[in-house]
């Protein structure tokens, strides 16, 4: 980690960068794929999963056996404790559901809003060597609470052509209506444009590479919509000399991780703080199967301290961090300051992976300070909100004139007659 | 309008087209605009507004004193009748202000979600013709409302470097904290990257030309929220033979006047209606100022019959319409069977252009079929939803070997250890 101490507000921005990266080379190696996909449907599906995942498939639905013998394979262990968050995952996001209650603007003027799901939407899961199944749950559980009617989930197949028990058990148990054996861009690219195997969807859902968040950036320009623009994972930890360096060291790591180009950071008003911790990494990171990950996720990481309170609240807002941990005595007073972050972890007892799996709280956040304008995934994410009026003939005859001073101020002549040809009716 | 009787199944995809067209030319436009802009700052303002508004501007900033001259230009009827609009929006965008109770999801462990503003935005309001200040009423005004605390407006100048004392006068009494004469492409560019001049904002609301939108569209790919993708404006009405061909046929207009790639479609299940309503449209046409715009966009619109009620909503559904007007006798029955819409409007004495003004709902609305992703522009549009939580030591207890098992089965070990760690020490 790179330490700075009281660094000057003028050097935060530098501070405040993530590691980032994307090439021209793969915009227009991705830019091929959704143009091939759209055009040759299942054929150039067929042709990218040999090439990427090579495996060859003559079909990609996950069949009814596969599903059974993907159950039969994942213990009864795991299965409890997939139902234990699963369960609060819908607890939390039910909170979520709220109906406005109708308004009378004006008398004789009724305004109200509702909110509709999304009949379509899709779920994209990465494979490689972690089968991130706690996504499933993530997506699917608020798309079926929201009332989604179709839930296509894809996933690259490994090289025997199948994807992980866990995440098809999960899927089956949150009610995925049909599950895909595709990866990559080429199946963003099927569920923006669908192809006759693969139905398309309006939105789509989840984290993936770099090819997949660049498909998932270039179907949007085509009106599919989409969760949230994604980038590395990332956590900033403010903690005082009451938290545990071993603890804010294991939390830093566990988000070093997953990948080089995490990035982790520690905001503290303590210097000795800064040297525990590191010592602890030290140790800790001989007990990490990933450690060459969380290594170099450490090299374009930050230790930050900073001896003003306000000066850290700010910090923390000028970084917007997708994960805040607050390890600290005066954590409830902090976390109201707090207006730029993903999702808040609040005192010592709450490490982020608490939430990345099971609290109930939703893990696909805002990365790359895009939760100064993004939220996480909820509820929302899957429905969209239809306003409504009605107006009775005397709230017309109220609003009317109104309408027809401002519609003739904008020239919209139609707009004000659509209006005095009522009135004059009504007399 | 291009008459369909009950026309099958198969061929609805034709008739939910929307006209469109965005060309590779126009993309590497834009593409320059920002580039220059976001290298130049003010400099390639001051050159592009000389090329497209045709004035040469030393600042952009709207002063005091042009504020003062556009507020004694406003006639004292336009200024009650925006002071109407601005309470009916603002006493319905209230309502959408609900905060969720905090839930305990398993005992010890807190879970909550909070809003918060979107601290900085960016408003464009186009110029021509048509000075637009009900966009800033609908704009401005949820944007108060959430709390957000620097609201920028950017809208070009007229060529004596004016910009209309409508949209000043609009933007004032909503609370706008700064206006600069600046349009086009370059002017999204400002408010996305920053100038000397002009802020950066974390998120850009507002309609505009085709180059307006695409410079939309590629700042969102540099992380910059949009409110919406736009495309042209469109209207669907459903009416029966209770509706007045008269009315519904100002309605058409009223949607066909905005421009030549307006869309309006009739949907109805009676012949002699269709009939009924062309003939007021040639009538009413001659009374329109727009009349060649409304001409033109009647050419791409659609009269479609069919008889059976459930074909009619499948249809809409389908259509997705950003505005829905159900002029028929079962509107109320209608509008419970309606997903995908942005705003409805409900029996005869509700014209769209009462939501357009002054209603109190919002217009800023999903076009092109979007509605079936998209909400139109509300509170949320303005806010970002933050989860939290917060854990006992008996919730880490309770939680933690749910977490324990679930990260392992993602051969993620430092995210279990960052629970070990911590029950370690308080066994």
Redesign the interface.
């Known amino acids: 980690m790179k330490l700075s101490i009281e660094p000057h507000k003028r050097v935060w921005a530098d501070l405040t960068l993530r590691p980032s990266g994307q090439d021209q080379a793969q915009e227009s190696i991705v830019v091929n794929i959704l143009q091939e996909i759209k055009t040759q449907g299942d054929l150039a599906l067929k042709k990218y999963t040999e090439k990427f995942d090579q495996v060859k498939l003559s079909t990609f639905k996950v069949t009814p056996e596969e599903m059974e013998y993907a159950v039969s394979k994942v213990s009864e262990?795991?299965k409890r404790?997939?139902i234990?968050?699963k369960?609060?995952i819908e607890?939390?996001h039910k909170?979520?559901l709220?109906e406005?209650?109708p308004?009378v603007?004006?008398p004789g003027?009724l305004?109200w809003?509702r909110a509709?799901?999304?009949?379509k939407i899709g779920i994209y899961i990465p494979g490689g060597?972690?089968?991130?199944?706690?996504t499933v749950l993530m997506l699917a559980v608020p798309a079926k609470i929201a009332g989604c009617k179709e839930i296509i989930l894809c996933s690259p197949p490994d090289r025997n052509g199948k994807i992980s028990p866990?995440i098809l058990y999960t899927a089956q148990m949150c009610g995925v209506t049909q599950i895909f054996k595709v990866g990559g861009a080429q199946a963003i690219a099927a569920m923006a444009y669908g192809t006759k195997e693969i139905p398309s969807v309006?939105?789509i859902f989840g984290p993936g590479n770099s090819f997949v968040t660049m498909a998932k950036?270039k179907v949007?320009?085509d009106?599919?919509?989409i969760d949230l623009?994604a980038g590395p994972s990332e956590v900033l930890i403010c903690a005082d000399d009451s938290a545990?360096p071993?603890?804010v060291a294991?939390?830093l790591?566990?988000q070093?991780?997953?990948g080089v180009d995490s990035q982790v950071v520690l905001v503290t008003d303590s210097e000795a703080m800064v040297k525990k911790v590191e010592e602890c990494i030290k140790t800790?990171l001989e007990?990490?199967?990933?450690k060459s990950f969380?290594s170099e996720a450490l090299t374009h990481s930050h230790a930050i301290v900073l001896k003003n309170k306000t000066d850290q609240i700010d910090f923390i807002n000028a970084y917007a961090p997708e994960h805040l941990i607050l390890n600290h005595m005066e954590a409830d007073f902090l976390?109201d300051q707090?207006?730029?972050?993903?999702?808040?972890?609040?005192?010592?007892?709450?490490?982020?992976?608490?939430?990345?799996?099971?609290?109930?709280?939703?893990h696909t956040l805002?990365t790359?300070?895009?939760?100064?304008?993004?939220?996480?995934v909820?509820i929302?994410s899957f429905?969209?909100?239809?306003?409504?009026?009605?107006?009775?003939?005397d709230?017309?005859k109220l609003?009317?004139?109104?309408?027809e001073?401002?519609?003739e101020?904008?020239?919209?002549?139609?707009?004000?007659?659509?209006?005095s040809?009522?009135l004059a009716?009504?007399k």
Chains 1, 2 share one sequence.
């Open positions: 262990d795991l404790a997939i234990v968050a369960t609060n607890t939390f909170t979520q709220k406005n209650e308004v603007t004006m003027v305004c809003q509709k799901p999304i009949e060597t972690a089968p991130l199944f706690s866990a309006s939105k950036m949007q320009q009106g599919i919509a623009p545990d071993e603890w294991i939390d790591l566990s070093a991780e997953h800790l007990e990490l199967p990933r969380a976390v707090i207006y730029n972050a993903g999702s808040v972890f609040i005192g010592p007892y709450s490490p982020e992976s608490v939430g990345d799996y099971a609290s109930g709280t939703n805002p790359s300070a895009y939760a100064k304008a993004y939220s996480g909820n929302d429905m969209k909100k239809i306003t409504y009026q009605k107006l009775t003939v709230g017309l609003i009317g004139p109104i309408v001073i401002m519609a101020a904008e020239h919209l002549i139609a707009h004000k007659l659509s209006v040809k009522r009716k009504l």
